[in-house]
């Protein structure tokens, strides 16, 4: 569709018209169909297009909805799939496994320490936009054998990485 050209050729029939009609909008309607003024045909195959438009956008967002979804169990079978292959290394008994595209290994990861009540945080290891300072924590408890009640310990989990060559 060739916009300009097509517009241009509307207006210059419809000025035409207008001339002819004065400000008779029924004769000027009358005018226009009879003399095939395009305007209609040209309103309606944009509009078509405009249509479509909107039913791909709705679309468009449906399908990036799926695909979030799917990309999220995507993410979490890689995930699995890596966790797996740690605990197969580790079951074999070494620290890395090579494959011709990809090196495997594992280490030992870190025990996490969770803030579960962050309001009962000593004022020592906060930050000033008053949030709980894992660093201090860190630091203060990695280490100790017991822990307050705002503060607990997960257990360490392996680190799994993955080389591509």
């Known amino acids: 569709m060739n916009a300009p050209v097509q517009l241009a050729e509307i207006a210059r029939q ?3 018209l207008r001339d002819l009609c004065g ?3 029924e004769l000027f309607a009358d005018m226009s169909e009879a003399e095939n003024v395009p305007l209609e045909r040209f309103i309606a195959r944009v509009h078509e297009q405009v249509a479509r438009d909107g039913e791909m956008l709705v679309g468009i967002t449906e399908r990036q909805a799926a695909l979030a979804e799917r ?3 995507i993410a979490h079978r890689i995930d699995t799939g890596k966790a797996i292959i740690g605990k ?3 079951a074999g008994n070494v620290t890395k496994w090579e494959l011709p595209e ?4 594992v280490r030992d990861g870190k025990p996490k320490l969770v803030v579960v009540d962050a309001d009962a945080v000593p004022e020592t290891l906060r930050r000033v936009k008053s949030e709980p300072d894992k660093t201090a924590i ?3 408890y990695a280490d100790a054998d017991s ?5 607990t310990r997960e257990p360490a989990h392996d680190i799994v990485t993955g080389r591509v060559r």
Not at 102 to 105: G, P
Not at 147 to 151: A, D, G, I, S, Y
């Open 14 to 16: 419809a000025e035409w």
């Open 23 to 25: 400000d008779d909008e």
């Open 71 to 73: 990309k999220a169990r």
């Open 88 to 90: 197969a290394i580790r």
């Open 102 to 105: 990809v090196t495997y290994s």
């Open 138 to 140: 860190n630091a203060a």
């Open 147 to 151: 822990l307050p009640n705002w503060l």
